[in-house]
């Protein structure tokens, strides 16, 4: 039930602006097309502007992360994550998620096949995976497009609500599926 | 900050490929990435002239402001540096309404709109404003009704239950963005203070 009404959420959402806006825009007499050129010109110039921040962040943490470091990071916690309720296993993947959201999704896809979706580690993966959002990827980019470089107390507040994030996966999953 | 994390990442990298022999893969690594990094942004050009246009249209229609009226009292609360008019509160609306039902394409569009909006309020200083600060804090804890990818990661593995985990989801996001709101409202407070 829930599935359907997701498929039918998922697959008429984007549809069903595309028709509703412009159709509203002509009914209060907008020039719709030439309103939509307009807007989408911008959208190069973003496109382009944040191109060197993305760069200046992968690379560093890719380097990170290929390298093995994430790895002696996550090892030297894992006394701690265990304590809370967390297999060692998924560990490496609570680490990339304020990093990169294509890592933690191939973490969290290859926990799926190891373990298996309705293991406790594949459904505690899946709730890691969708908890937060890539905090320095969404800084990289939004500050990145705007040319701000001073990001202030946010990359702060961005961790905390991470860290916020997977300790309530943990105690909700440890709840719900144990 | 951004400075040192980035410098720690960077280094720390390379000290531990150095470590274990294997410092080639630093090369790939940094080289790999670079190229991944513009072509996401490429890739990412398309998709934002679509919601960009099709959010102009909305703009001119005046559905956008007739949306932000719709929550203007929580949003002023949160963004008390903002106008209450101001086109930015309809860009971060857009953005925040994209990311609750996790249609990801057109929640960055709408996003780098609100930051464009909030920059001209911000006087294009290198600086984040306030109202930056506050809007990332909840863009990058934002709740998550749908949790779109993860779900159809699941069906592709055969589980029993794919969606089991969406309230999981929505509790742990529940939890980050309350604790991302309050951090945001304390540091704002403490700023202010020293003013």
Redesign the interface.
């Known amino acids: 039930m829930?599935?359907s009404v997701?498929d039918v959420?998922?697959r008429w959402?984007?549809p069903m602006?595309?028709f509703l806006?412009?159709l509203?825009?002509i009914?209060?007499k907008?020039p719709?097309y030439e309103?939509?050129?307009?807007?989408?010109?911008?959208?190069?110039g973003?496109?382009?502007k944040?191109?060197p921040f993305?760069?200046?962040?992968?690379?560093?943490?890719?380097?990170?992360?290929?390298?093995?470091?994430l790895d002696?990071v996550s090892h030297a916690c894992e006394p701690l994550l265990v304590r809370l309720g967390a297999p060692a296993e998924v560990l490496p993947l609570a680490f990339m998620r304020p990093?990169s959201g294509n890592g933690v999704?191939g973490m969290?896809?290859e926990l799926?096949?190891t373990f298996?979706?309705?293991s406790f580690i594949?459904?505690l993966a899946?709730?890691?995976?969708?908890?937060?959002?890539?905090?320095f990827y969404?800084?990289t980019?939004?500050?990145g497009?705007?040319?701000?470089?001073?990001?202030?107390?946010?990359?702060?507040?961005?961790l905390?609500?991470?860290i916020?994030?997977?300790?309530?996966?943990i105690y909700?999953?440890n709840a719900?599926?144990r | 900050m951004l400075n040192y994390i980035w410098l720690t990442l960077l280094l720390s990298g390379i000290v531990v490929a150095a470590l274990n022999g294997n410092i080639e893969v630093v090369t790939q690594a940094a080289l790999q990435s670079a190229n991944d990094a513009v072509a996401i942004c490429i890739n990412l050009i398309g998709v934002m002239c679509l919601w960009l246009g099709i959010m102009r249209i909305g703009e001119k229609a005046g559905l956008i402001e007739a949306l932000s009226r719709l929550v203007r009292p929580i949003m002023v609360r949160l963004f008390p540096s903002i106008p209450p008019d101001h086109a930015a509160l309809g860009a971060i609306i857009m953005n925040l309404s994209a990311n609750i039902l996790g249609l990801g394409s057109a929640a960055t569009p709408f996003g780098l709109k609100a930051m464009q909006e909030l920059q001209k309020l911000n006087g294009g200083r290198k600086e984040a404003s306030e109202g930056m600060c506050t809007f990332l804090a909840l863009n990058t804890s934002c709740i998550t009704l749908i949790p779109a990818t993860i779900i159809a990661v699941r069906v592709n593995f055969n589980s029993a239950n794919p969606t089991e985990i969406v309230g999981a989801t929505i509790f742990a996001t529940s939890c980050s963005m309350i604790m991302a709101v309050l951090v945001d409202y304390l540091f704002r407070r403490a700023n202010r203070r020293t003013i």
């Open positions: 829930f599935l997701l959420i998922s959402a984007i602006l595309l806006v412009p509203w825009g009914i209060k907008v719709v309103a939509f050129v307009e807007g989408a010109e911008e959208g190069f973003v496109g382009i944040i191109i993305l760069v200046g962040m992968l690379v560093s943490i890719s380097v990170f992360r290929a390298s093995g470091a002696v990093l999704l969290a896809t799926m096949k298996g979706p309705d594949g459904r899946s709730t890691m995976q969708g908890s937060t959002d890539t905090t969404v800084l980019v939004y500050f497009s705007v040319g701000v470089s001073k990001y202030r107390y946010s990359v702060i507040t961005g905390v609500a991470d916020s994030g997977l300790i309530a996966s909700i999953c719900l599926f």
